[in-house]
Structure formats: C-alpha cells, structure tokens
C-alpha cells in the first residue's frame, strides 16, 4: 500500500493519504472475509467464528467503514474518497468485475485489493497449465488415476448415497468415500443425478440457482 500510495502522490497527495485510509480499512475486511472462507458459510465451524470476531474486535474502530465497503458500489466509493480522476480510474480498473461498478454491493470487489496488498500477483512458472499438471502429479503420486475423454453421464445411487458414475461409453467407476462434482450445481442436481433423485421441493430450489450473472456468464 505504501508503494502504491507513493505513485499515487505523483496525482495527488490528498489521495495518497486516502488510499492509505482505505488500505488500513481492507485490512479488516480481509482479515474477517479470510476467516470465513475456510469454513462453511451456513455452518461455521467454532475456530472459524473465533477467528471472525477476534478480527472484528482488532478493527473495531473500522467496523462502519468496513460495512459501508461491502454495501456500496465501486463508484461511490471511488468518487467519495478520492478526487483525482486518474486516481478514480485506477481503482475502478483495479476492482472492477462481472457486475457494473455503479451495483449496490459491488464494493465487497474491493477484497481483491486487499489480496494484492497481502499476497501480491504470483504466476506459477510455466504458465498456468502448470496448476493443472502439478494437481495431476500430485494425485498419481498418491495412487489416483485420470481418465481424459470420459464424459459422465450419470451419478450412481444407492440407498440415497452417491456410490460411483456412469460414464458414457457404458463403464461404472464405483467410489468408495464420496462423488465430487466439479461442473455447476445446475448440471450436477438436474442432469446427472437420476430422475426422481431429488425432491419436488429440491427440484424447485435447483432450478431457482442463478446461471447467469447479468448475462456476464453461464
């Protein structure tokens, strides 16, 4: 924050001053965003809620602030704390997303900020497939296999328990602990699981699951 606060004096100083402000603010919010996003959000685990208000006492004076990031949109904060329009454009660009900046809420984009400030912007060498080919070794290193060009048709059920998938060239692969579903929930829940799997209150609340966001993406 303070380098990036440095190049922003070169516009204005009063900035500087504010985005430091600003900084100090998304500290806290990170600090109580990072505590929940370990656990799960309906059923936080005890360590986890520890953890949230532990933080929130830490920025206890920033606590207005902090809700005030979260519930407004990218641009009435822009516009609220700074006034060079440089500095104004840098921070929409920095945090803008899927959603228009003027949005209610959009404000929460502003975590990616405080990430950078944290952990700035790491590249894996080799590019980024090599994410995907260092996940791979890891999970032959412990004895699992991968199988390319097998599209599953359905989950297996037995006894309402996930127990394997159908693939579609006809072979089962049985699963001894659990199915993970790396698609969206919509295709998980309506067309992989077997007809009559869910109930017809289920079915509804699937098919209430937002696809699009703003027409951004499916």
């Given at each position: 924050p303070t380098r990036t606060a440095d190049e922003i004096a070169h516009f204005s100083r009063a900035?500087?001053?504010a985005y430091l402000e600003l900084a100090r603010v998304l500290d806290g919010f990170a600090d109580m965003a990072f505590a929940m996003a370990v656990t799960n959000p309906t059923r936080p685990e005890p360590a986890a809620l520890g953890k949230l208000l532990r933080s929130a006492a830490k920025s206890r004076k920033d606590l207005r602030a902090i809700a005030s990031v979260v519930t407004s949109s990218i641009?009435?904060?822009a516009l609220?704390?700074?006034e060079h329009q440089v500095v104004r454009d840098a921070i929409?660009?920095?945090c803008g997303s899927?959603?228009?900046n003027n949005q209610s809420g959009s404000g929460a984009a502003f975590l990616w900020m405080a990430t950078m400030h944290r952990f700035a912007c790491e590249r894996p060498i080799g590019g980024v497939q090599a994410i995907p080919d260092a996940l791979?070794?890891?999970l032959r290193a412990k004895g699992g296999t991968i199988e390319r060009n097998a599209m599953v048709q359905q989950i297996l059920l037995s006894n309402d328990r996930a127990t394997g998938v159908r693939l579609i060239d006809g072979r089962e692969i049985t699963a001894r602990t659990a199915v993970l579903a790396a698609c969206d929930p919509r295709q998980t829940l309506e067309k992989l699981l077997p007809t009559g799997a869910l109930s017809a209150t289920d079915q509804s609340r699937v098919r209430a699951i937002p696809t699009?966001?703003?027409n951004y993406g499916q």
């Open positions: 900035d500087a001053r641009t009435e904060i609220e704390r700074f929409h660009a920095t899927t959603i228009p791979a070794r890891r699009s966001n703003l």
